[in-house]
């Protein structure tokens, strides 16, 4: 069974630093790995989607790297801003069609002003 | 498109009571899916549907929640009889039928239920 574990489960930093969320799971036979933002209150909304044959994607500051032999995923932000405070959930699916995604829990970013 | 639609955003019942939760997916996706997020299990998935018909129900906790899909535009979650331990927020998402990039779900922006 697919387990995805996201650490740190909270982190706090100055606004201007650049950042990497982790995200790491049990089973590399992977379809997909998508990255997700929640803000307080809202649903979930899609950052960046990886391929399995692929090993990263971009989107302005945001870059998700995939290591599917070991089983990781970063999510790097560069130059933070207060606007990036939200909760990152790291989601993988294990198959293509009708497999359904397993979400991490999530990291709860703060980014200070 | 106004997106996946979920109603009401805030329901806070009694224990015993039954509470029906509602979703308006994104026109032409032939998916939906149910999910329930906790602070101690996450985000877990509760049943999706495939052209209306439940492909996947594992993932329901017991049998007083039961999900319907009458038509493409509509669904219903509904727990009978509530519970305090069903407090969560429920997520309902939808996905036209997928290949590569377009693999992603679109996330409603939830109901928050509170059972006292």
């Known amino acids: 069974k697919q387990e995805v574990t996201q650490i740190p489960a909270a982190l706090s930093v100055p606004e201007g630093e650049n950042l990497v969320l982790n995200c790491s799971f049990t089973?590399?036979?992977?379809?997909?790995l998508q990255w997700f933002r929640q803000d307080p209150g809202k649903g979930l909304t899609s950052l960046l989607l990886i391929q399995s044959s692929q090993r990263e994607q971009t989107s302005g500051r945001l870059n998700a790297s995939l290591d599917k032999s070991s089983g990781r995923s970063t999510l790097y932000i560069a130059a933070s801003q207060p606007g990036d405070s939200a909760t990152y959930l790291c989601a993988v699916k294990s198959g293509s069609g009708n497999t359904p995604l397993v979400f991490g829990k999530g990291t709860r970013l703060s980014v200070i002003a | 498109d106004a997106g996946v639609i979920q109603s009401p955003r805030h329901e806070v019942t009694e224990m015993g009571q039954e509470v029906t939760l509602r979703c308006k997916p994104i026109?032409?996706?032939?998916?939906l899916f149910w999910y329930r997020q906790t602070m101690m299990r996450g985000l877990e998935l509760l049943i999706y549907?495939?052209?209306?018909?439940?492909?996947?129900d594992s993932g329901m906790p017991e049998d007083r929640f039961s999900a319907k899909m009458p038509n493409a535009s509509f669904s219903t979650l509904k727990i009978q009889p509530s519970e305090p331990r069903d407090s969560a927020v429920y997520f309902c998402?939808?996905?036209?039928?997928?290949?590569?990039?377009?693999?992603?779900?679109?996330f409603g922006p939830g109901t928050r239920l509170t059972v006292l």
């Open positions: 549907f495939n052209n209306n018909v439940p492909i996947d």
């Open positions: 998402a939808s996905r036209p039928s997928a290949t590569g990039e377009a693999d992603t779900q679109y």
């Open positions: 026109s032409g996706h032939d998916y």
């Open positions: 089973d590399s036979a992977i379809y997909n």
